[in-house]
């Protein structure tokens, strides 16, 4: 596959005429967030920080149900659970 592509672009090394520029230098120019936009919907996205908490209390209690052991120390392994594998088995 070619790339016709110029090695350098045109507009690299030379002036560029800069229509904003006298408006963002002067702090006269509008963002985007300044512009009023009729029917747009705004939403904020909301996060929490029990959610990671929340989750692990999911699964801990699902092993409860399941064995009627509480695990309460971090990270929940089998090894937590009736004694561990058994080895030699």
């Known amino acids: 596959m070619e790339n016709h592509l110029p090695a350098t ?7 560029l005429s800069r229509v ?3 408006l963002k230098v002067t ?4 963002c ?5 936009v009729p029917g ?10 029990i ?4 989750f692990t209390a ?3 209690n699902a092993v409860y149900h399941a064995t009627r052991q ?3 120390e971090l990270p929940i392994t089998p090894d937590k659970l009736v004694g561990g594998p058994k080895r030699g088995v």
């Open 51 to 54: 959610g990671p908490i929340g």
């Open 40 to 49: 747009v919907v705004h939403g904020v996205l909301l996060t929490s920080e």
């Open 9 to 15: 672009p045109p507009s690299i090394g030379r002036p």
């Open 32 to 36: 985007a967030a300044e512009h009023a």
């Open 58 to 60: 999911a699964v801990a």
């Open 27 to 30: 702090g006269q120019a509008r």
């Open 70 to 72: 509480r695990i309460r």
């Open 20 to 22: 904003d520029g006298h």
